[in-house]
């Protein structure tokens, strides 16, 4: 078996619920095996189908990329350097394998008729029923790994598509529309930024797209999530570290991979000033895409994240990638509140409190409907508890906030406006805020109040990001 050909890997994708991901399993790698000499780019110089000749197109029919006499593992191949050792391959020991020598011999031992009783999806990409099932858009990608080819000119190497599945009754069609785009598949991801990297010269090019949302109105966190596409990255990532302020809130930690298995997710936690996700024996292997997700209180900075190499080889031990990460927090969770129902009110702020900024707020979510909460607030840190709830109010006068007192709305949100004077006498002011309101149907306070989760708010334009 000659080992110098192209290999063609594919991927199908779909954006639905603000979450970009891929809905295929991994792929086989259609081996090619004949360039045709055809002339749907140009007039063409034609070959003995042994290389592409100049200005030849090749393309053929998809039964031809769905035979499975052509298609092996990827894990065989090398897609940094487009290498692969047919000695001992899928190709060479056959399926079921021939007995010894023959299956480690280097002549193919799969035939057309083992290949043939693989059946009609046999090593073809799957999509489950339910993935085609959701209302969203939806892309499929092919790619060519071309030994030789360097990194500047392969981003032309891989292009998708957009489709759309509709069941028949019996079968899915889909119908591609659109034009093509070259590169990732994650720049159909409307809204996200898409960044790259390679381990130097040594391993592949991973993506990291990601998207931020808006600030949550009840809670104040915004939503991180991300999406990475391993392309030709031969060791594959184990872990993903993005870095985030030490005192941020972290919640709703989320990871997705392509298979339906929940024992070897990958873990998630905060260690220190990073949010780790972590799964070095299902490492996101190259032409796949995994998805990570969480929710923080801190705000998006334009910074790096860290992709770490699932196995031993050449190059660092890491590839950094340009991205979105929680890393300005201006307004700190000092705990939570106090109510008899699960769920204390909320306390956040609208964004920064910068001298003169007129419209600094705070917000309260999770009140009773219309009725009146009292924003408090002090400049001594500290907290003390009272009644079995927590005061995050300092030593000293506790000061009532001039338009702090106000009514929830319909959906029990309360806001208070907290214009910051510009005055360099506020630089560096550190203000601890709470609200008591009050609930009819009775709480821990005074018989009828509950307390809010504790605010720290960190006034000026010096602040740094993190606390
Ligand atoms: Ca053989
Ligand atoms: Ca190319
Ligand atoms: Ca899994
Ligand atoms: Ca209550």
Redesign the pocket.
């Known amino acids: 078996m000659d080992p110098d050909h192209p290999f063609i890997a594919f991927l199908l994708a779909r954006e639905a619920n603000g979450r970009f991901e891929q809905i295929s399993d991994r792929s086989y790698v259609k081996h090619g095996f004949f360039a045709l000499s055809s002339t749907f780019c140009s007039a063409c110089i034609g070959t003995d189908g042994t290389r592409l000749g100049l200005g030849c197109s090749d393309t053929y029919s998809v039964g031809n990329n769905g035979d499975n006499f052509w298609l092996g593992p990827p894990a065989e191949i090398d897609p940094w350097l487009g290498l692969w050792d047919p000695v001992c391959s899928h190709f060479d020991r056959g399926e079921p394998a021939v007995a010894p020598p023959n299956d480690c011999n280097g002549a193919r031992s799969l035939t057309s008729s083992q290949a043939n009783a693989l059946g009609s999806v046999g090593h073809r990409i799957r999509v489950r029923d339910a993935d085609f099932n959701v209302p969203g858009a939806f892309w499929f990608q092919g790619m060519y790994v071309i030994e030789t080819e360097g990194d500047r000119v392969r981003e032309d190497n891989l292009a998708s598509r957009a489709f759309v599945p509709s069941w028949t009754g019996s079968s899915w069609n889909l119908v591609e529309s659109g034009v093509q785009l070259f590169g990732s598949v994650l720049q159909r991801w409307a809204g996200a930024s898409v960044k790259s990297s390679t381990n130097g010269t040594d391993d592949g090019r991973l993506f990291v797209a990601v998207k931020v949302g808006g600030q949550d109105q009840t809670n104040g966190t915004y939503h991180y999530e991300y999406a990475v596409h391993n392309r030709d990255n031969r060791r594959g990532v184990g872990a993903l570290r993005i870095p985030i302020c030490a005192s941020a809130r972290v919640m709703n930690l989320g990871f997705g991979d392509i298979d339906q298995e929940a024992g070897n997710d990958w873990s998630a936690s905060v260690v220190g000033n990073e949010i780790v996700f972590s799964g070095p024996s299902n490492p996101l292997a190259w032409n796949t895409i995994y998805n990570f997700w969480f929710d923080s209180d801190a705000a998006p900075v334009l910074d790096t994240v860290e992709l770490d190499q699932a196995s031993a080889g050449p190059g660092a031990a890491f590839v950094s990638v340009t991205s979105s990460a929680p890393l300005a927090l201006y307004n700190v969770y000092l705990g939570p509140g106090c ?3 699960p769920v ?2 909320t306390l956040f702020a609208n964004g920064r409190a910068t001298l003169g900024n007129a419209a600094f707020a705070l917000y309260s979510g999770g ?2 409907p219309f009725m009146r909460s009292y924003l408090r607030f002090s400049i001594t840190p500290g907290s003390h508890v009272r009644g079995g709830c927590t005061r995050y109010l300092g030593p000293g006068p506790a000061f009532s906030l001039a338009a702090g007192n106000n009514l929830a709305d319909a959906t029990g949100l309360c806001g208070f406006s907290a214009p910051i004077p510009s005055d360099i006498a506020y630089e560096g002011l550190n203000v601890s805020m709470q609200t008591l ?1 009050r ?1 009819p ?3 821990p306070v005074r018989s009828f109040f ?1 307390l809010s989760d504790g605010l720290l708010v960190r006034l000026g334009n010096a602040v740094p990001d993190c606390p």
């Open positions: 109510d008899f129902d204390p009110p009140n009773t309101s609930d149907s009775g709480g509950d």
